[in-house]
């Protein structure tokens, strides 16, 4: 079984994400192959006090990225967004965003 950070990779700081936090929606970056039962032990884990009540998640492909004559993609990655139960408690990390 994989540690919680190992999970859990970084949280997503963009306008659409920061706009879900009212609604308890919280972006993150995940590992490749975790799936949504492991995304929500690791937040509850990481995150002592809070309840996760569902989790969505996508992937994204690498985009093409070019430099001169030169082409490649940039690395493919997971991200999931996770809302919290009703009672649950906030992230602290995102409320310092606000």
């Not at 994400?17 to 492991?38: C, H, L, P, R, W």
């Not at 999931?80 to 408690?89: D, M, N, P, Q, R």
């Amino acid at each position: 079984m994989k540690a919680p950070q190992d999970i859990i990779l970084r949280p997503v700081i963009t306008e659409a994400s920061m706009a879900g936090i009212q609604m308890k929606k919280y972006t993150f970056k995940v590992a490749a192959d975790a799936n949504k039962i492991e995304i929500a032990k690791a937040v509850e884990a990481l995150f002592p006090g809070t309840k996760v009540a569902k989790v969505n998640t996508m992937n994204c492909r690498g985009r093409l990225k070019r430099m001169g004559r030169s082409v490649g993609y940039t690395a493919s990655s997971k991200k999931a967004i996770v809302t919290l139960a009703e009672g649950s408690k906030t992230i602290e990390f995102f409320d310092t965003m606000l």
